[in-house]
């Protein structure tokens, strides 16, 4: 008996959990969509996103592609294909490891900073006095972060990917000595747009999940400098999760054989 | 007699299993300076934030100039809230803005007043404080607690409020910090011939803002009356908090819950 009543329990709180996120999505979203935006602070987390992520998703990108290229080699040389590389190079990048990092990446980095932002802001009664300034928080707060998020992750997938590409280029012509200009041939000869397409939805979801949870978690953190450290793990844990689900999904959508 | 600015009927809050307002009733009249008095975690924020909506009580009524609040729509809200200036216990200034920023937030954003007449306004509005203009291009944190409740003041009254709240205007600043707020708020409260409700467990400043005080005890108004009969209120209650004293009606929960 009190093992069904613990587990209707939990299974009340996932619900009041899921309805509330849902509600602070629906909320956010319709306030994205209607005037008056702030651009002002969509363009601050814009730079925040786009500009500031670059060196570590680059550095994430460079030595992926490098290590794919080197790892590939050793495999592929047991039976003699090596001169595949470069094609699997290209793919596992656009298709999953560019935005897959770069979103995990940029969890660590936004999802993190947003959620001790707003936590902060909501702990110490910055969020109510936005309120009673006629501005409402969502909109405020939370929809320029979305818009940014879902921005500026393709873009920035977009570095990745050539960055990424040139690591494997770089181990491919200076290590493992193939000829530069047939790695390059390779590398284009079986790309087609939707390795590179399905990647920048990716990034566009993955880039909307970090804002969301970095937003939501921050938005209902309570009781404090540990109320705040609480949302910032949640937030980085609960988008890394779901940017592995989602991965899956749209990996799914586009790539399911018929 | 007229309406009420604000009149609270029967208003109840809880959180889990606490109840935190058990049967707020209050009115505030235009024009008047209003002080509630009352020991710490008594439901006085909660109080002010159920008026302001910030949070939505569980039962009860809560009327502005006559108009029901508690259901009100979020536009409804955002218009209804114009009318209200408040100055937090924190003073919860944005410390991703500049100063001047946050006094000329309510204009810029809510008002859709150009920045460079609200930056004007903000720097008058400072000086109203008390405040130089070099401060506004100061960041909230280079402030001392004192000054973040000047900044916090001017901010409230930047939009010209027909209605000011203060929470704990004086609480964590020195007694003679304490008394240039106090001074500051009955000035400005006059200039802008607004209604007044303040919040405080500081019987100095209480004396020298009221009109009428009223005590929130157990999540009731358990006083009201003027703020000259608050030292003979025949209430023991009273008696007890305006003298401070340990032994009285009011049990202090020394143990925790
Ligand atoms: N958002 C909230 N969630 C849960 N409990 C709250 C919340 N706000 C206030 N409380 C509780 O309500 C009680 C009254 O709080 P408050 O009104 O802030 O007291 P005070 O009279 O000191 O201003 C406190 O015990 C506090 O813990
Ligand atoms: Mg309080």
Redesign the interface.
């Known amino acids: 008996m009190g093992f069904l009543a613990a587990t209707g329990r939990a299974f009340l709180i996932f619900l009041e959990a899921t309805g509330r996120l849902a509600l602070f999505t629906g909320s956010a979203l319709s306030h994205c969509v209607r005037p008056p935006l702030y651009p002002r602070q969509i363009l601050r987390q814009m730079i925040d996103i786009g500009y500031y992520s670059l060196p570590v998703v680059g550095l994430t990108a460079l030595f992926t592609g490098m290590v794919l290229a080197l790892q590939s080699y050793s495999g592929f040389s047991r039976f003699q294909a090596e001169g595949a590389i470069a094609t699997v190079v290209v793919l596992s990048i656009t298709r999953e490891l560019g935005p897959v990092l770069a979103g995990l990446m940029v969890a660590g980095r936004i999802g993190a900073a947003m959620a001790a932002e707003i936590g902060t802001m909501r702990v110490t009664e910055q969020i109510d006095a936005l309120s009673t300034l006629s501005t409402n928080p969502h909109k405020y707060l939370v929809a320029p972060r979305l818009i940014a998020g879902l921005t500026m992750v393709p873009l920035l997938v977009i570095v990745a990917d050539i960055i990424g590409v040139f690591g494997g280029f770089l181990v491919g012509v200076y290590r493992l000595d193939f000829n530069a200009a047939s790695y390059i041939n390779r590398t284009w000869e079986f790309l087609q747009p939707v390795d590179v397409i399905s990647g920048l939805v990716k990034a566009a979801i993955f880039g909307f999940l970090i804002a969301l949870m970095g937003c939501y978690h921050g938005y209902h953190s309570k009781g404090g400098a540990q109320g705040v450290g609480a949302a910032t793990t949640n937030a980085v844990v609960s988008a890394s999760i779901m940017i592995l689900v989602w991965n899956y999904l749209i990996t799914g959508l586009f790539f399911s054989t018929k | 007699m007229s309406t009420p600015k604000i009149a609270l009927k029967n208003v109840t809050k809880h959180f889990g299993p606490k109840k935190v307002l058990n049967g707020i009733d209050l009115e505030v009249a235009k024009g008047e300076s209003l002080v509630v008095i009352g020991g710490s975690g008594t439901g006085k924020s909660v109080m002010l934030?159920s008026i302001?909506?910030?949070l939505t009580p569980d039962s009860g009524s809560i009327q502005v100039d006559g108009q029901e609040t508690t259901r009100l729509r979020?536009r409804e809200r955002?218009?209804l809230?114009?009318k209200?200036?408040?100055l937090?216990?924190?003073a919860?200034?944005?410390?991703?803005l500049k100063v001047w920023e946050n006094v000329a937030?309510?204009l810029i954003?809510?008002a859709h007043m150009p920045r460079a007449q609200a930056k004007e306004i903000a720097v008058a509005k400072l000086g109203a404080v008390g405040l130089t203009p070099d401060v506004a291009e100061l960041s909230p944190s280079e402030l001392s607690g004192g000054m973040q409740k000047r900044v916090g003041l001017a901010?409230a009254i930047a939009?010209e409020p027909e209605i000011i709240f203060f929470d704990e205007p004086t609480t964590g600043l020195d007694p003679i910090m304490a008394d240039v707020i106090n001074e500051l708020i009955v000035q400005c409260v006059k200039d802008l011939g607004a209604t007044a409700v303040t919040i405080t467990h500081d019987m100095a400043s209480a004396r020298k803002i009221a009109d009428r005080i009223a005590m929130i005890y157990q999540g009731r108004i358990i006083w009201t009356g003027h703020a000259r009969d608050i030292d003979d209120s025949g209430n023991a209650y009273v008696d007890q908090f305006v003298h401070g004293r340990a032994d009285g009606p009011i049990k202090m929960q020394i143990k925790a819950l």
């Not at chain 2, 919860?92 to 991703?96: E, G, Q, Y």
């Open positions: 934030k302001l909506g910030l979020s955002e218009k809230l114009h209200f200036g408040m937090f216990q924190g919860a200034l944005f410390d991703s937030f309510g954003q809510g901010r939009d």
